[in-house]
């Protein structure tokens, strides 16, 4: 790979252990990928930020990493932490996971990170403009971005993410390459799509079929809205390695593609249906977990208003980023939903957080990515369905 007299001079540790390391860490990263060159990124959103999934060595390279002196040159976002970082005791986190946790925060924030914990930093001051390159982490937002924006990212690990935000660059490969950006399979939907929880199925089904091809679905319902698409995305990144997907008249890029001659898959009911018989493993929620990918302000408020005055016989979480809770809180969905005794719970989720360890068992969730990693990281089953029928389970 082509690198400039700067970047060799890093690279030869001219600006001391740390910048070398991590420059050697996209240089290798750029060679293994056939890239030419490096190049800038806008912004960048790093993961394994959860004790839960970097426990004690994560911790130990965090801490380094800050004590050393690593300073990110770009902004840059995290991924949900294991725990709500202002409500934690009262919703009742383990002592010891809180300490892990907060320590890990500090080693992000003396890097100069934007300590937000969201996997939807695109709703929280993290909004990458149309065709702008950045180095993000989290496999849904990835998706959000190449998808519903047109930005250009590949999906980072969290070191090369942290890597490219220190160096404010990123090797060009993959996605920040067009020609690697054609749709591979169609996909027709001929299935009623009517509720969140069909988005949701609807991706862990194509997910799981096509793999990491890139689809591009015909058919998805005109009033589809970002959250919709952002379930989507969210559910085939999980069930299989989608980065990025074109909608036919709702992202932005979609028209300019050929697809007369590419692979076709027709989704109908009957593949509906297995999906959601496959995702459903529990009968009755000990909880019910909504806001994967993290609530948005209307999911909220739809929550808000199907809870209103009634009372909960079972926990309800609603996660969302602390950006979202604090809009939330000033209109009163907050007290709507606690006072019905649910809560809504910033800057995690149901998979990062330790929910097995908070004595659940089955919980409830209309997300397909959630439905997808609860019973293998959460030992969770599951009851999958759309937001209102889980509501109505927990009444
Ligand atoms: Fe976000 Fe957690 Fe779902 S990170 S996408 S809410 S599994």
């Known amino acids: 790979m082509y690198l400039t007299k700067e970047e060799e001079g890093i690279l030869e540790g001219e600006k001391g252990p740390v910048l070398e390391k991590l420059m ?57 932490a294991g725990m709500d970082l202002e409500d934690w005791e009262k919703i009742g986190f383990p002592q010891d996971f809180a300490k892990k946790q907060l320590k890990i925060m500090n080693a992000f924030k003396k890097m100069g990170i934007v300590v937000t914990s969201t996997c939807t930093p695109y709703l929280a001051g993290n909004l990458p403009r ?25 999906r980072e690990g969290g070191p090369s993410a942290l890597a490219a935000a220190v160096l404010e660059k990123t090797p060009e490969y993959g996605l920040h390459l067009d020609e690697n950006r054609k749709p591979d399979v169609l996909v027709d939907v001929s299935c009623k799509i009517e509720s969140d929880a069909d988005f949701g199925a609807l991706g862990w089904y194509i997910g799981k079929s096509v793999k990491s091809k890139i689809p591009y679905f015909k058919g998805l319902p005109s009033w589809s809205t970002t959250d919709d698409l952002k379930a989507l995305g969210a559910a085939m990144a999980a069930s299989g390695a989608v980065a990025l997907y074109y909608a036919e008249g709702l992202t932005p890029e979609a028209h300019l593609q050929d697809v007369s001659d590419i692979e076709k898959i027709t989704v109908e009911e009957e593949d509906m249906k297995e999906t ?27 929550v808000a208003s199907l809870v209103n005055g009634k009372s909960l016989k079972k926990p309800l979480w609603v996660c969302t980023s602390r950006v979202m809770k604090e809009a939330a809180d000033r209109m009163g969905y907050t007290d709507v939903i606690e006072e019905a005794g649910g809560r809504i719970v910033a800057d995690t989720c149901m998979v990062v957080s330790p929910i097995e360890s908070m004595g659940y068992g089955t919980t409830g969730c209309s997300s397909g990515k959630a439905a997808q990693y609860l019973p293998g990281f959460c030992k969770q089953k599951v009851v999958f369905n759309s937001i209102e029928s889980l509501i109505k389970e927990v009444l």
């Open 24 to 80: 050697r860490l996209l240089a290798r990263l750029g060679d293994i990928y056939g890239a030419e060159k490096m190049i800038p990124v806008g912004s960048v959103q790093v993961s394994g930020v959860s004790y839960k999934s970097v426990g004690d060595p994560g911790l130990a390279f965090l801490e380094d990493m800050a004590s050393k002196g690593a300073k990110v040159s770009v902004l840059t976002f995290l991924n949900p």
């Open 130 to 154: 149309f065709r702008e390159h950045i180095a993000w982490s989290e496999s849904s937002a990835v998706s959000f971005a190449n998808s519903v924006i047109s930005a250009r990212t590949n």
């Open 276 to 302: 959601y018989a496959a995702l459903n493993s529990g009968e009755k929620p000990d909880i019910v977990i909504l806001g994967c990918p993290h609530a948005s302000i209307r999911d909220i408020q739809k």
